[in-house]
T-cell receptor, first 114, second 109 residues
Framework: SAVISQKPSRDICQRGTSLTIQCQVD?????MFWYRQQPGQSLTLIAT?????????ESGFVIDKFPISRPNLTFSTLTVSNMSPEDSSIYLC???????????FGQGTRLTVV | DAKTTQPPSMDCAEGRAANLPCNHS???????VYWYRQIHSQGPQYIIH???NNETNEMASLIITEDRKSSTLILPHATLRDTAVYYC??????????FGQGTELSVKP
């Protein structure tokens, strides 16, 4: 199993500012992912955080808006840039979950943009 | 897009079995079926997964049809704490989990 810590757990931010969310795993993992969950909705995959290379973004998400770092096999950050109220969501980090292994999720960062 | 379809909601009486169906008609031979659930305000939690055989663990049982085009998650004795959104997922290449809308299970006293 893997234990994931996300920081901050919640934040209220002013529009136009940026917030960086941290994801720390207690063991080395190959795959790390970032998701967004808008109010009342399911989870939407933002990107795959690749160690040592640029993140791979899903359709509708771009690096300028959601820059991601993955400096090693246990840590990643997601930045939500130039925020607007539409960015108010829960952002979740997850690890692995391929083939015959399950994925683990952090508890999420609840972001409110005012 | 999600490769699975589920009913949007279900109710279950406390203490009874909850049977949650999932269709995954385009699943390929080496793809697993995973079930996760999300209790309000928490991150998704892994429940169970399987390839072709039925599986059981301390949380649930997973019944997969012989043609693998559908499956059923069974919570044998549902409790109020099982109220959650349940997601049936077939991971994409590279381990990506694409979430559909899931089934919102309400366990009632």
């Amino acid at each position: 199993s893997a234990v994931i810590s996300q920081k901050p757990s919640r934040d209220i931010c002013q529009r136009g500012t940026s917030l960086t969310i941290q994801c720390q795993v207690d063991s080395q993992v190959t795959m790390m992912f970032w998701y967004r969950q808008q109010p009342g909705q399911s989870l939407t995959l933002i990107a795959t955080a690749n160690q040592g290379s640029e993140a791979t973004y899903e359709s509708g998400f771009v690096i300028d808006k959601f820059p991601i770092s993955r400096p090693n096999l246990t840590f990643s950050t997601l930045t939500v840039s130039n925020m607007s109220p539409e960015d108010s969501s829960i952002y979740l980090c997850s690890v692995d979950g391929w083939g015959n292994t399950e994925a683990f999720f952090g508890q999420g960062t609840r972001l409110t943009v005012v | 897009d999600a490769k699975t379809t589920q009913p949007p909601s279900m109710d279950c009486a406390e203490g009874r079995a909850a049977n949650l169906p999932c269709n995954h008609s385009t699943i390929s031979g080496n793809e697993y079926v995973y079930w996760y659930r999300q209790i309000h305000s928490q991150g998704p939690q892994y429940i169970i997964h399987g390839l072709k055989n039925n599986e059981t663990n301390e949380m649930a049982s997973l019944i997969i049809t012989e043609d693998r085009k559908s499956s059923t998650l069974i919570l044998p004795h549902a409790t109020l704490r099982d109220t959650a959104v349940y997601y049936c997922i077939v991971p994409n290449q590279g381990g990506k989990l694409i979430f559909g809308q899931g089934t919102e299970l309400s366990v009632k006293p």
